[in-house]
């Protein structure tokens, strides 16, 4: 298990479309502890393949409370909604991609969702609340798609400028 760097805005690799994942074999597992590390690491509750640069369908996501101190990680291989309804529900997103960047967001506030798991065993899961959104922000990276592109240009705009300039910072050193 390893904790790798995730890729931030601006960075084409984000708007990717990620592909299919043939079989869950023994990469796919390596990948998905990995993910599941770094997202652990960088204190995320959800993370896809592309924000490390590998352009699977996977996502990995732990919802648990984190004060209980006992991780319950979750992982979707081909994640596909088979159901969501119309009631939204809003939450102030966030995202390691993303960094230091909120927005309220509204999404389905629930979903049914088909995918495979960690073992390559197909499940169908119904999520609500958090659960729900976290999966439909996922996928989201899955086609290409940040949070940010639900806000308005300005907004979004004013979002990539700071993050760029964030990122063309030169080091200062005192000597
Ligand atoms: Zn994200």
Redesign the pocket.
């Known amino acids: 298990m390893a904790i790798k760097n995730i890729i931030t805005e601006p960075n084409k690799i984000l708007r990717q479309v990620s592909k299919p994942v043939e079989q869950v074999g023994k990469e796919e597992q390596n990948l998905m502890d990995d993910m599941l590390d770094t997202m652990y690491s960088a204190k995320g509750i959800?993370?896809?393949a592309i924000?490390i640069g590998v352009p699977k369908r996977i996502i990995v996501l732990d919802i648990s409370d984190k004060e209980k101190k006992e991780n319950k990680p979750m992982y979707f291989v081909n994640p596909v909604v088979k159901n969501k309804n119309s009631d939204l529900s809003t939450y102030e997103e966030g995202?390691?991609?993303?960094p230091n960047q909120f927005a309220e967001i509204d999404r389905p506030s629930n979903c049914e969702v088909e995918y495979l798991d960690y073992n390559g065993e197909k499940k169908l899961l119904k999520a609500e609340g958090l659960l729900s959104t976290c999966i439909q922000?996922?996928m989201?990276?899955l086609e290409g798609i940040?949070?940010i592109d639900y806000l308005s240009k300005l907004k979004k705009s004013m979002i990539i400028k700071k993050l760029s300039k964030q990122k063309n910072k030169v080091d200062r050193i005192v000597v």
């Open positions: 959800g993370l896809a924000q995202c390691l991609s993303v922000h996922e989201d990276h940040l949070f």
